[in-house]
């Protein structure tokens, strides 16, 4: 990133600081390119990525749920459970979310039909014992800092201008971070938000 861009991105967050009252604060927009979450399965052939990426995109934008509902209904499922992954899969039969949650120490992995809005195949755990140490302190800070995954796909969306096809924690150079990516238009924008209180978990 040029240092003109990482200054406008810079003055971006600023603004939007003001803007996001009681929700994560530090929003950082970019664009261009394919987040790394929407790459398909086309070994770097850029113009098949796009056409994948087009498909995608275009079975989301005809799916009646949207990725805020599919968290809560993930959530509905065991009280007090809070999301930590979630994405839109348009690659299968039937669209989908992947929502994964975590309640009681364990991470527990929800199918949820992005037509109706029905659990699709039952739901899995994991035991947080069986992550890896760098997921386990991911999941730790999740469950210990008060914002949710939900709070900033609400910002992301508003910050972007469009709706969110997938959302999930990523740490870069020490910081627990919300990374959102945001279909606005035409266009893929990656959403980073850093919890107030992150940095310090």
Not at 7 to 20: F, K, N, P, T
Not at 139 to 158: F, K, P, Q, T
Request: overall charge neutral; aromatic content about 2%.
């Amino acid at each position: 990133m040029n240092a003109a861009r990482r200054r406008v991105c810079e003055l971006l967050a600023i603004a939007l600081s003001g803007l996001l009252i009681a929700a994560p604060a530090n929003a950082l927009v970019t664009a261009g390119g394919t987040p790394t979450a929407l790459h398909g399965e086309t070994d770097g052939d850029a113009e098949a990525d796009r056409q994948a990426v087009s498909r995608e995109i275009e079975r989301f934008r005809s799916s009646s749920i949207s990725i805020s509902q599919a968290m809560a209904i993930a959530e509905a499922r065991h009280a007090g459970s809070t999301t930590a992954d979630v994405s839109f899969d348009g690659g299968s039969d039937v669209p989908v979310y992947r929502v994964k949650t975590l309640h009681n120490d364990r991470l527990w992995r929800h199918t949820i039909n992005a037509a109706t809005g029905e659990l699709i195949g039952g739901e899995a755990a994991l035991p947080l014992a069986e992550l890896d140490l760098d997921d386990r302190s991911n999941l730790a800070a999740l469950g210990a800092i008060r914002h949710r995954l939900a709070d900033a796909v609400r910002v992301a969306e508003r910050a972007a201008s469009g709706k969110a096809i997938s959302g999930g924690l990523v740490r870069e150079r020490g910081r627990l971070n919300f990374a959102i990516v945001v279909i606005s238009g035409d266009d893929l924008k990656e959403v980073i938000l850093e919890p107030p209180g992150a940095r310090a978990k």
